[in-house]
């Protein structure tokens, strides 16, 4: 060989020859998780439920109402679903928020009867209170105005559209003494919220202020300023009569979407005095993700960051949203709540209730427990979803950072936070396709082993222990069925 081709062939050897071999590419064989007890946020105030009794008829002294069905049970059944939902070992609920009807008051100054509408409702409260003081355990009870009397509204009807300004100092009464009834019951009545979903102008005929459908629940129209001043009334009324521990919200917009751009949210953050008057702010929190619907709604964190950037104490509870199909779907609302909105408290609405007794059809038919006409009830898989999130977060918890690297799947956690009750997480999976096991790293946490409890919306698990799972190499692999709902509970 001449010189000149030795030269050649040297130049044309692979470059890479003499180095290491390029690795080979390592399969993924797990979905990255994590939960971080360490990094926390919100202080949680607790689950919550709702007993409806009276709700829209116009007739009640005729026609009274019972939606959640109590009336319809006996002594046993009853007891059996107070224990359903307050007791340790079931939903053992925080929160319970009770209505406040048109019904009480004739007129002004008149005589109250507090007990004809809600006695169903004071019943089941009741039960729950006696439930959990032996536990030393206290509810706390939010009451909403559901609708003001005929006598507040210049329409002069229930469920009249506008607020009539010169009968603001007696509905403050009505609140008032409504409040102190519960107090004096033994009901532990800590806020009162002033109206339910008094945005809605729409729910009106523009012209004479009647509600445009038969099915439409008690309600008034509250433009932002009457909000404020109301807010500012009652308050100054609850102290006057020695119920200054008692606080006032700004009542229960239809949803955050509405809160923020209908204009509740700015009017609370320009008037100062009725911003710092609030105990908790709240809200409902209906989601329907269509553009094209009045009812559009998605959930957001503008008004929550615009009043906390004045008010940074000031606690969010969402009052009111809806079961959906009591699927995947329930866990997955919590979470933007909770994860997006920073809310300290959830209470969906009507947790039990008499399909049939809703005209025309109640628009969010999911909740815990169906009672029929029969006298009947039936525990549905809603119950079981919703006790996955109960039993993992309780009063006094903190919110923990969690990660999930699906779209399909979310995690909750709720951090011990000095209150006795054991770190836990909630993970919620509805993935159907390139399914791979999960590996939770767990961080922050003294727990190395988590007893778990799943249901599947299917409804063949219900809050089914499923065994104890060791913290191992910084993590919890766990391959979790699709439309499963799984919660990890810390164990020494």
């Not at 209505?99 to 019943?123: C, I, K, R, V, Y």
């Not at 105005?145 to 607020?163: E, H, K, M, S, V």
Request: proline share 5%; charged share 20%.
């Amino acid at each position: 060989m001449k010189p000149h081709s030795i030269l050649v062939a040297l130049c044309i050897l692979p470059l890479h020859q003499g180095t290491s071999a390029p690795e080979a590419t390592v399969p993924l064989e797990h979905l990255p998780a994590t939960v971080d007890f360490s990094r926390t946020f919100q202080t949680w105030d607790g689950f919550g439920f709702n007993y409806v009794e009276s709700c829209q008829h116009r007739d009640y002294p005729v026609n009274p109402q019972d939606y959640g069905g109590f009336s319809l049970l006996n002594e046993r059944q009853k007891e059996e679903i107070i224990d359903l939902v307050f007791a340790e070992d079931g939903l053992d609920v925080d929160i319970v928020k009770m209505f406040l009807d048109p019904w009480h008051q004739e007129e002004p100054g008149g005589a109250f009867d507090h007990e004809s509408s809600t006695a169903n409702m004071l019943e089941f409260v009741e039960g729950g209170v006696a439930k959990k003081a032996p536990r030393g355990e206290e509810l706390e009870v939010i009451s909403t105005l559901y609708g003001p009397p005929a006598w507040a509204t210049r329409q002069q009807f229930i469920g009249g559209r506008d607020l009539d300004h010169s009968m603001f100092e007696p509905l403050a009464d009505y609140m008032v003494a409504w409040a102190a009834f519960l107090q004096g019951r033994g009901i532990p009545i800590k806020h009162l919220s002033i109206h339910n979903e008094g945005e809605d102008f729409y729910r009106w005929d523009f012209n004479d202020g009647t509600q445009r459908l038969p099915g439409f629940d008690y309600n008034a129209y509250w433009r932002p300023d009457e909000v404020n001043d109301f807010v500012l009334l009652l308050n100054h009324r609850l102290k006057q009569q020695g119920l200054g521990h008692i606080g006032v919200t700004n009542g229960e917009p239809s949803n955050w979407t509405r809160f923020y751009n209908w204009g509740y949210a700015w009017p609370l953050y320009e008037n100062e005095e009725a911003l710092n008057a609030l105990s908790i702010l709240t809200t409902h929190g209906f989601i329907n993700g269509d553009f094209n619907r009045l009812s559009y709604s998605q959930v957001n964190s503008k008004t929550t960051d615009l009043l906390r950037s004045k008010r940074p104490d000031l606690h969010a509870w969402v009052t009111s949203f809806s079961w959906g199909e009591m699927d995947t779907r329930f866990v997955k609302m919590m979470y933007e709540h909770i994860y997006v909105a920073g809310v300290n408290a959830l209470i969906p609405w009507a947790g039990i209730q008499v399909p049939s007794r809703w005209i025309n059809g109640d628009p969010n038919p999911g909740t815990a427990i169906l009672v029929g006409e029969d006298g009947s009830y039936e525990v549905t898989t809603g119950y079981y979803i919703y006790k996955q999130m109960t039993q993992a977060g309780r009063r006094g918890m903190a919110i923990a950072h969690t990660m999930t690297a699906n779209p399909v799947s979310r995690l909750i956690a709720f951090a011990g936070n000095e209150t006795g009750h054991p770190d836990a997480f909630v993970l919620e999976s509805n993935i159907f396709i390139w399914k791979l096991p999960f590996r939770i790293e767990v961080k922050g946490s003294e727990y190395s082993h988590f007893k778990a409890y799943r249901t599947l919306v299917d409804g063949s698990e219900k809050f089914k222990a499923i065994g104890i799972f060791k913290v191992e190499n910084g993590g919890i692999v766990y391959d979790a069925p699709r439309g499963s709902v799984t919660t990890f509970i810390g164990i020494q």
